[in-house]
T-cell receptor
Framework: DAGITQSPRHKVTETGTPVTLRCHQT?????MYWYRQDPGHGLRLIHY???????DKGEVSDGYSVSRSKTEDFLLTLESATSSQTSVYFC??????????????FGDGTRLSIL | QQQVKQSPQSLIVQKGGIPIINCAYE??????FPWYQQFPGKGPALLIA?????SEKKEGRFTISFNKSAKQFSLHIMDSQPGDSATYFC?????????????FGQGTTLQVKP
């Protein structure tokens, strides 16, 4: 168990509202990632972090922002949710020392529905 | 090209059969190829991984075959069981930048019938 907790696990909200998803880890790993999973697309990287206050964009970052003020928490924010952001969101961590080519462990996801 | 193409989209086999899932990539800078298994309501879990300096890797009933020249790799599940019914994802990443970012295939839903 890599000690990853995602919250909330399920959320339904309306278009235009802000939404924040939280990923919490208990093992002080440096690298953390946010992916979204959609049918036919597999998992796609939204943003990732390589340290406190150090973040970068992934392949589908438009409409999302992230913050990491503490090693253990990585937040994903949808500033103004749209229906196209309805998805299952997964947080992951790298357990290797520098994050390169090390197995990534995933949380159990947040199912987000935007009406 | 950053894509990883996975096929088939779905697969049904009888218990004891050997399902094979295939993936292809374009970017020769990829040098780490993991496979993930996902059950409904759960996150993907690392199953097995391979680097391009080997052509095959086995872990229990799971085998990865890797063809560097063809830029293809595949997952074989020996003596498949109903408990193997899940969605499987291949992925790829590269060393440059040391970020560990993964590019995933589209996923294959496997059903193993008793």
């Amino acid at each position: 168990d890599a000690g990853i907790t995602q919250s909330p696990r399920h959320k339904v909200t309306e278009t235009g509202t802000p939404v924040t998803l939280r990923c919490h880890q208990t093992e002080n790993h440096r690298y953390m990632y946010w992916y979204r999973q959609d049918p036919g697309h597999g998992l796609r990287l939204i943003h990732y972090s390589y340290g406190v206050k150090d973040t970068d964009k992934g392949e589908v970052s438009d409409g999302y922002s992230v913050s990491r003020s503490k090693t253990e928490d990585f937040l994903l924010t949808l500033e103004s949710a749209t229906s196209s952001q309805t998805s299952v969101y997964f947080c992951a961590i790298s357990v290797g020392g520098r994050g390169s080519n090390q197995p990534q462990h995933f949380g159990d996801g947040t199912r987000l529905s935007i009406l | 090209q950053q894509q990883v193409k996975q096929s088939p989209q779905s697969l049904i086999v009888q218990k004891g059969g050997i399902p094979i899932i295939n993936c292809a990539y374009e970017n020769t800078a990829f040098d780490y190829f993991p496979w993930y298994q996902q059950f409904p309501g759960k996150g993907p879990a690392l199953l097995i991984a391979i680097r391009p300096d080997v052509s095959e890797k086995k872990e229990g009933r799971f085998t990865i075959s890797f063809n560097k020249s063809a830029k293809q790799f595949s997952l074989h599940i020996m003596d498949s069981q109903p408990g193997d019914s899940a969605t499987y994802f291949c992925a790829a990443s590269m060393r440059s930048g040391n970020t560990g970012k993964l590019i995933f295939g589209q996923g294959t839903t496997l059903q193993v019938k008793p």
